[in-house]
Each structure stands twice: as structure tokens, then as C-alpha cells.
């Protein structure tokens, strides 16, 4: 299938070399070199994005948008097949080729806080080069994707219906998940008040979604556009707290690994704030700190969901895989919720500094 997709792209199959690259849970990816060139190749993930090309369009309509109103912005957008298709699709199976872009690199974990500031920075960018842009105009890839009170009821149903085995071994997770259910209700009240401006978010901040330079470190731009859809700034700022701060990742089973970095929390406030400070309310900007509990809270139920509802969603490697990954989290959101009073200190001196 592979050799049928890079021909329709017009590239000589038998001349590519494809490995497999990357690590994403959802899409499946490789780095195809031939002839000097390099290129991304991408198979979508069709039970979780079942409508491509509402991606499709919504990457096109961006570009266009951005051709005209930002023309420097490195917007990353797939390459169309030799009939000017913007995925391949075959007998379900979907996919879509990008250019690499020539001297960038990607990394899985935050080792200085540098690097989450030039993170932090490109996706403020992001948010602010689209700000004028009508989020009305954009498809919904997932709908209700950071909905934090639908993922609360998915937790509660899935304890309503998950078997008894599972919900004894999960007890302590269960315990703790639903003595945070706070950040649900603030995430409620917020909602109902209005409070958060719909914006174009990109819903998914990790760490190897930024591309940075290879000589300099500094950013280029950001990629994994399927998520991109109106939303609200908490969803991408939460996620690099939820990525950056602690140098263990989700997947870290030796929680004592699991730590939160104030620099690191520094250098994402810093970043985010120097794109999008004029942009934000002041109510916006009171909910930074917040952030984290909404997006770290939200895996941590997701896991935990798809643990009891025996990972119909997340690709798991043993029984107990997301059920690990939940109490990760967990321990994640535990050991933030903590530093929230040094969070506050570290914000006001920086804010004291600038002035
Ligand atoms: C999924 O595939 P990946 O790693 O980019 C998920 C994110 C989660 C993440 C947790 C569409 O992202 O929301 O935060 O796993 N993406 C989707 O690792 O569900
Ligand atoms: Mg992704």
C-alpha cells in the first residue's frame, strides 16, 4: 500500500527509503528519503479522526488565509497527490505526505528550559497569527475533544459498567480522580460564565509537535495540525504543562521520576506571554495556572476511562498499561496542585521584573 501512496504523491517508490519515525499513540508515521529529498508520510488514524478530510480542509483553509495575511509564517500544510488530491484514500485507509522541512528536529522530553520557551513561544505564535480568523469557519476534527465535563461523564460511566475486577484494582486511582473533580466543576462554571474566548487552538502541545532548528535550537514552527479547531488558550497552555514540566513523561511508571520544574514553568509563561499577552483578558490570564489541572486532570481521566472500558482507545502494551498511565497523571496533578503557591511567586516576580 505504501509504494501505491508514494506513487500517487509522483515520487519513484522503488527509489524511496521509508522508516518508520516518530512515536505518536494516534497516527502512524514514516521519514521518506529519496533522491535527497525527505518527506513525512502519514497514515491517519480513521477510528479516532473519522473524517479526514475535515482536516484536510481545515490545514487548506489556513494556508490560504495565512498565504495572505502572515506569508513569512511557516505553516506546515500536506502536499497534494499528482491529481491534486489533498489525502490518499484507499479502501478506508487514509494518508497524506509532508515536505520535511530541511534542518529541523524534534525531541520527546524537555531537558532545558529553553526549549519549552521556544515551544511555548510557537504555539503562542500560532494562536496569535490566527486571531483574527473567523474559528466559525473551521470543521471540528474531534467533537468535544477537551470537553472536561464529557470526559467526566465517560469516567462515570465507565464506572457504572466496568467489571468489578477492574474496578477494585484501579480503587486508589478511582479515590484520587474523584477528589480532583473540582477542576471539572471550575471547568463548568467557567463555560457557563463565558469566561474563556474561542480561539484557534492546536489541542495537542507536546513537546515533538514543535519543530526546532537544528544549528540554532530556536523554534520554526509547529506540526500535527488534526487537532487544530476553535478552542480555548487552557487547552494548549495545560498541555505543555502537562508535557514540559516534569523531565519523566506519561509513560513513567517510577513515579518518584515524576517532578515539577519551576524554571521549566517559567520559561512556558514566558514564551506563551510574549506572543500572546495582548491578546489574552485579564480573566484569560488568571487562568494559567489552571491550565494544567484542566489538561493533566483530562488525560488522567481519560486513561483511567479507557482502562476501564479495556482500552478500546489507547494502544496498550500490558493489562495494566493505562491504568499506569492514569495514575501517572495522577501523580503528575497531585505534585502540581502542590506547587500552585510557587506557580503564583514565580509569575508575580517575572511580572514584577518586566515592569
Ligand atoms: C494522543 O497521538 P498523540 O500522542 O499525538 C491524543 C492526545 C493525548 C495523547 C496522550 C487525537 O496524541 O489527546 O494527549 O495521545 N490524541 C488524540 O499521549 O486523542
Ligand atoms: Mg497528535
Known amino acids: 500500500m505504501i509504494e501505491e501512496v508514494l506513487t500517487a504523491y509522483g515520487l519513484n517508490a522503488e527509489k524511496c527509503e521509508v522508516a518508520a519515525f516518530g512515536n505518536g499513540l494516534i497516527n502512524k508515521t514514516w521519514k521518506v528519503s529519496t533522491n535527497g529529498k525527505r518527506y ?8 479516532v479522526f473519522q473524517f479526514p478530510q475535515l482536516i484536510a480542509e481545515n490545514t487548506l483553509m489556513l494556508k490560504d488565509y495565512l498565504d495572505r ?17 489533498t ?28 526549549q519549552a520557551y521556544h515551544a511555548a513561544k510557537q504555539f503562542g505564535k500560532f494562536t496569535r497569527v490566527l486571531e483574527a480568523y473567523h474559528t466559525e469557519n473551521l470543521n471540528v476534527t474531534i467533537p ?22 477492574k474496578l477494585s484494582t484501579a480503587k486508589a486511582e478511582i479515590e484520587s480522580a474523584n477528589n480532583f473533580l473540582w477542576i471539572a466543576k471550575q471547568y463548568e462554571e467557567l463555560i457557563a460564565e463565558q469566561k ?22 530556536l523554534g520554526i514552527g509547529v506540526i500535527d495540525l488534526d487537532t487544530v479547531m476553535p478552542g480555548y488558550f487552557i487547552s494548549d497552555v495545560g498541555d505543555m504543562m502537562r508535557t514540559y514540566l516534569s523531565p519523566a513523561n506519561e509513560e513513567e511508571t517510577l513515579f518518584d521520576k515524576i517532578i515539577v520544574r519551576a524554571d521549566v514553568f517559567l520559561a512556558i509563561y514566558k514564551g506563551y506571554m510574549e506572543e500572546m499577552r495582548r491578546s489574552l ?67 508575580s516576580d517575572y511580572e514584577h521584573e518586566l515592569k
Open 40 to 47: 513525512i508520510l502519514q497514515k491517519v488514524n480513521t477510528n
Open 69 to 85: 495575511i502572515a506569508p513569512q509564517y511557516l505553516f506546515i500544510a500536506p502536499l497534494k497527490t499528482i491529481t491534486e488530491a
Open 87 to 114: 489525502l490518499f484514500e484507499k479502501d478506508g485507509a487514509v494518508y497524506r505526505l509532508f515536505p520535511f522541512v530541511p534542518n529541523s528536529f524534534t525531541i520527546d522530553t524537555v531537558t532545558e528550559s529553553q
Open 144 to 165: 468535544d475533544f477537551h470537553n472536561l465535563s464529557l470526559r467526566e461523564r465517560q469516567f462515570f460511566d465507565a464506572l457504572k459498567n466496568a467489571n468489578p475486577q
Open 196 to 217: 474563556l474566548k474561542t480561539r484557534v487552538i492546536h489541542h495537542d502541545t507536546k513537546i515533538n509537535n514543535v519543530l526546532l532548528n537544528i544549528n540554532t535550537g
Open 281 to 347: 483578558t485579564h480573566t484569560e490570564m488568571q487562568l494559567f495556572i489552571y491550565s494544567g489541572q484542566f489538561m493533566i486532570y483530562m488525560q488522567a481521566l481519560r486513561f483511567l476511562t479507557d482502562y476501564l472500558n479495556n482500552d478500546i482507545y489507547y494502544p496498550v502494551f500490558h493489562p495494566e498499561h493505562n491504568l499506569m498511565r492514569a495514575k501517572n497523571q495522577l501523580v503528575l496533578l497531585t505534585k502540581y496542585t502542590k506547587s500552585v503557591a510557587n506557580f503564583e511567586q514565580v509569575i
